[in-house]
């Protein structure tokens, strides 16, 4: 069993939806939580990082943790064409920093 | 702009041969990680060095190794190539702050092995 569960997708969603991606872990000593961004060709880039369970806002883009439930998700709202990509969790325990767990990465396709 | 840049962008190998890919970080990233991304999966971490040092490994064999050099540059090197290698590898430079700060991926050298 993988630590980080992404689903692949692929997820179509029309412009102007809500995009919600999430990803499940197994690991209860991962306590840094990142959402990055993957276009073809392009390394990720970060979207979003948080440490406590709860919600974080970014403009259009809102990661909520629940250490509790071992669950995180990242919504975007909004979405637009440019928005179409690979989105990646990533996760990493206290003492391990640059040493990142990725889930698979979910593929989002915006059409307009 | 991650301040990360790799080269090359694409290469192509036999299979039994040796391969170096290089990273420049921008001044201030005193740590490199670097990473393994296969077709439609998660990057998969390699190791980590900080000041020139490895400072952590994941789950890849010895014939996996790198270096780190003071001018924030580094180069990761696999010998013996096998089919399977073939690969995005990409490297993330940053600075541990507080615990956590960002770490900045760049575009990635896309490995072919024949």
């Known amino acids: 069993q993988k630590e980080v569960e992404q689903d692949p997708g692929p997820l179509s969603v029309p412009e102007g939806a809500i995009v919600s991606l999430n990803c499940t872990y197994s690991?209860?000593?991962?306590?840094?939580f990142m959402w990055y961004r993957q276009y073809s060709r392009k390394g990720p880039e970060l979207l979003m990082y948080?440490?406590?369970?709860g919600n974080k806002e970014d403009g259009r883009f809102t990661a909520q943790v629940d250490k509790s439930s071992k669950y995180i998700s990242l919504f975007i709202r909004d979405s637009q064409p440019s928005d179409s990509a690979t989105y990646l969790c990533?996760?990493?325990?206290?003492?391990?920093?640059?040493?990142?767990?990725f889930g698979a990465g979910t593929q989002v396709v915006v059409t307009p | 702009e991650t301040g990360v840049t790799q080269s090359p962008t694409h290469l192509i190998k036999t299979r039994g041969q040796q391969v170096t890919l290089r990273c420049s970080s921008q001044?201030?990233?005193?740590?490199v990680s670097w990473y393994q991304q296969a077709l439609g999966q998660g990057p998969q971490f390699i190791f980590q060095?900080?000041?020139?040092?490895?400072?952590g490994r994941g789950n890849f064999p010895p014939r996996f190794s790198g270096l780190q050099f003071p001018n924030y540059s580094s180069e990761l090197n696999v010998n013996a190539l096998e089919l399977d290698d073939s690969a995005l590898y990409l490297c993330?430079?940053?600075?541990?702050?507080?615990?956590?700060?960002?770490?900045?991926f760049g575009n990635g050298t896309r490995l072919t092995v024949t």
């Open positions: 990533a996760m990493v325990p206290t003492d391990s920093w640059g040493k990142l767990q």
């Open positions: 690991n209860s000593a991962f306590q840094y």
């Open positions: 948080t440490y406590s369970s």
């Open positions: 001044s201030g990233h005193n740590t």
């Open positions: 060095y900080y000041r020139e040092e490895e400072n």
């Open positions: 993330a430079g940053g600075t541990p702050q507080d615990g956590i700060s960002p770490l900045h």
